[in-house]
């Protein structure tokens, strides 16, 4: 193992490279668009950005990251602004703009995968 990590702890290219697959899976293989229907587990395509399921997976890739301490302070923080605003908004789905400010957080997670993801590419490549 080599060091990546910014303690003494050691992180092995074969951790950041599992996470960069799943946060590539997270951005890359599920749909930004917002179906006209409710979309369940057992629905076939359910693979959309849409659902609490998926933020709640970026959730928890996040908080595997931090625990490696492969992603610095500054994205937590950005990352848990953006999933606390998700989830009072969640609360208003009777909202009239309920779905045009969904669309919106998905692009502020696409964004903040792409971001980390070239953090993590970086560490790699260094």
């Keep these: 193992m080599i060091n990546l990590a910014t303690n003494t702890e050691t992180t092995s290219i074969n951790d950041i490279?599992?996470?960069?697959?799943?946060?590539?899976?997270?951005?890359d293989d599920?749909?930004?668009e917002i179906p006209p229907i409710v979309i369940h587990s057992v629905d076939?395509?359910?693979?959309?950005?849409?659902?609490?399921?998926?933020?709640?997976?970026?959730?928890?890739?996040?908080?595997?990251?931090e625990m490696l301490k492969l992603i610095d302070t500054s994205k937590t923080e950005e990352h848990k602004r953006i999933m606390?605003?998700?989830?009072?908004?969640?609360?208003?789905?009777?909202?009239e703009d309920y779905l045009t400010k969904?669309?919106?957080?998905?692009?502020?997670?696409?964004?903040l995968l792409t971001k980390t993801i070239g953090h993590l590419e970086g560490m790699l490549e260094s």
């Design 84 to 95: 606390e605003g998700y989830r009072e908004h969640i609360k208003k789905y009777e909202d």
């Design 44 to 65: 076939v395509p359910n693979n959309f950005k849409c659902r609490v399921g998926w933020f709640a997976n970026v959730q928890i890739e996040f908080a595997l990251l």
């Design 102 to 111: 969904l669309s919106e957080y998905i692009q502020l997670v696409n964004q």
């Design 17 to 27: 490279d599992n996470n960069l697959k799943r946060l590539y899976s997270l951005r």
């Design 30 to 32: 599920y749909r930004d």
